[in-house]
Structure formats: structure tokens, C-alpha cells
């Protein structure tokens, strides 16, 4: 969204308005977004927009965001994970809504326990930890992310082989740490 960020509330009013008369002019029937921004274009447009699918990313996406633009748009709301350290991301949400998927070719997680280090693989809760596998000039060895997942351990619906793992919860500040 050019100026949203503007800091003047008139522009990024003008500007909503602007990208939801290029939806509806080009008859887009899917975008990817951040959260706040189509949050923002959800509120404005009312039920002038009709989308088929929607990808998130960049923010963590609350169950009441991805309620709010499935109601708004009438489409299936696609969730991203990952994080800047990631490259090109970790996951995505599955199209049976079972987790997400994680990109097992160019990086490898781990669940941890957090105080000790130990992988947990039997499904319980607990850290994300990855390493990048094709990375070159900056690859990351057992990263630790802060944020906190579990592995699921039956087989998708969607019949991908691809590992899952849950919803990464937003981060809450726990005695002076994020969690």
C-alpha cells in the first residue's frame, strides 16, 4: 500500500479506496498480503469484493483476522510462516486447514524443549528451531525463533508427505522474554 505508512490518515484512506477499485477493475480474484493491510481494505470495502483465496504473511495472523476476511471476501484465507532469518519462509498453511507445511527441501525443523535443548518429536509443544539447507552466503545452523509449535503427527488429509507442524502462536513477553 504506497503511503499507508504515510502517517497521514487521508492518504491511506485515499489509497484503500484506490486498491480496492483496481481489485474490482481487474477482477482480482486472489492476494497476497499483509495481515494489517487487507484488514484495513476488509473494513473499507464492505461487500464489494469477492476473492477466491488470500495468502498472509510477514505478521502473525490472529483467528479473528482470518475470520473477518473469509466473511469479508467469501474466500479461503492461507496463512504464510516464517521469518526474515528463514529466506524464503518455512510454511504454509494446508488446504485442509490441518497445519502447516513445511518447505522440508531448503530448511530443516526441529521442536525443542527450551531449556534444555532437546528435540521433541512425539508431538508436545515447543520451540522452533531451524537450519537453512541451501542457503550459501549466510546459512543458519539449529536457529532458535522464539516461537512455539508442535509436530502433528498423522497423515494430512490433503495427502501431501510434507511434515506439519501447528499453528505458531503469537508471541507473548513472558517475565522480560517473548514466547
Not at 541451501?134 to 508442535?150: A, L, N, Q, V
Amino acid at each position: 500500500l504506497p503511503g499507508f505508512y504515510s502517517g497521514k490518515e487521508p492518504d491511506a484512506d485515499c489509497e484503500i479506496e484506490k486498491i480496492i477499485n483496481l481489485i474490482i477493475r481487474e477482477g482480482v480474484t486472489s492476494a497476497v498480503a499483509l495481515p494489517t493491510h487487507l484488514r484495513a481494505i476488509a473494513k473499507a470495502a464492505g461487500e464489494r469484493i469477492s476473492l477466491k483465496s488470500v495468502l498472509l504473511s510477514a505478521e502473525y495472523v490472529p483467528e479473528d483476522d482470518v475470520k473477518l476476511f473469509e466473511d469479508s471476501f467469501g474466500c479461503r484465507v492461507y496463512e504464510h510462516y516464517g521469518m526474515t532469518e528463514m529466506g524464503l519462509g518455512c510454511a504454509v498453511s494446508c488446504g485442509a486447514g490441518e497445519g502447516y507445511h513445511i518447505r522440508e527441501s531448503d530448511i530443516y525443523i526441529e521442536i525443542i524443549e527450551p531449556k534444555t535443548g532437546a528435540v521433541i518429536e512425539d508431538g508436545s509443544p515447543g520451540e522452533i528451531v531451524f537450519t537453512t539447507l541451501t542457503r550459501r552466503g549466510m546459512p543458519f545452523i539449529r536457529y532458535r525463533t522464539g516461537d512455539f509449535s508442535s509436530w502433528i503427527q498423522e497423515d494430512c488429509p490433503c495427502g501431501s508427505k510434507l511434515r506439519r507442524i501447528t499453528k505458531v502462536n503469537d508471541r507473548k513477553k513472558i517475565k522480560g522474554y517473548l514466547r
